[in-house]
């Protein structure tokens, strides 16, 4: 069964570096997103991408991250400097389309960053 | 804005009984999907069952089923005859343009 892969499942990095986080969406879909979960706390919503450009975004998509899709399969966020409270689950995910009989969002396992 | 509410942060179930998760949630759409996902101790997201606000008849699968109630905008969870791997959390969640907005979770624990 396809699935929705991310890499590094854990990262370490010092407040104020930039991380960039990798997925590999389905490859069939065509919509991509990140969500983040804080230990303990629920999943929130960061920003969703189609066609090629962000499509909606978050309060907490701010300047500080960007996404990307490089290349016909990875899908990227970046974070330009990381803070303390960046520090939390990142979870990409991806659609085949909005509506339909079969419609979810795939989760990819996530990645764990640290930020100290 | 959206809003998905999981009043119970926690349950716990006997094994092979039966357990209800409770969801509500605010919207002004009429057309929206709502979701139950798990999520393991491994972390992964795991659909568990999905629910279109159009279709009346509750979704099913398998021991999982909703009680889906539009009017009172209610979407609970039931699931029969409990298993070890059924303990997890449990999210549940409504599409809101392009994305999904989640409730705060229910750590479901089921007892041997």
């Known amino acids: 069964e396809p699935e929705v892969t991310q890499t590094p499942s854990h990262q370490v990095t010092q407040m104020g570096q930039e991380v960039i986080l990798r997925c590999v969406p389905i490859s069939n879909h065509l919509y991509f997103y990140w969500y983040r979960q804080i230990l303990g706390q629920k999943v929130e919503f960061l920003v969703s991408f189609y066609n090629n450009e962000i499509s909606e975004k978050s309060e907490i998509f701010d300047d500080q991250f960007s996404v990307e899709r490089p290349d016909g399969s990875n899908f990227t966020l970046k974070i330009r400097s990381t803070k303390l409270e960046d520090s939390a689950m990142y979870f990409c995910?991806?659609?085949?389309?909005?509506?339909?009989?079969?419609?979810?969002?795939?989760f990819g396992p996530g990645t764990r960053l640290t930020v100290t | 804005a959206q809003t998905v509410t999981q009043s119970q942060p926690e349950m716990s179930v006997q094994e092979a009984e039966t357990v209800t998760l409770s969801c509500t949630y605010d919207?002004?759409?009429?057309?929206?999907?709502l979701f139950w996902y798990k999520q393991p101790p491994s972390r992964q997201m795991i659909l568990v069952i999905r629910?279109?606000?159009?279709?009346?008849q509750n979704a099913t699968e398998n021991r999982f089923s909703v009680n889906f109630q539009k009017a009172a905008k209610s979407f609970s969870l039931k699931i029969s005859d409990s298993q070890l791997g059924d303990a997890a959390m449990y999210f549940c969640a409504q599409d809101y343009g392009q994305n999904f907005v989640f409730g705060p979770g229910t750590r479901l624990s089921v007892l041997p």
């Open positions: 995910a991806s659609s085949e389309a909005l509506r339909g009989i079969t419609y979810e969002q795939y």
């Open positions: 919207t002004s759409e009429s057309d929206y999907y």
């Open positions: 629910q279109e606000a159009y279709k009346q």
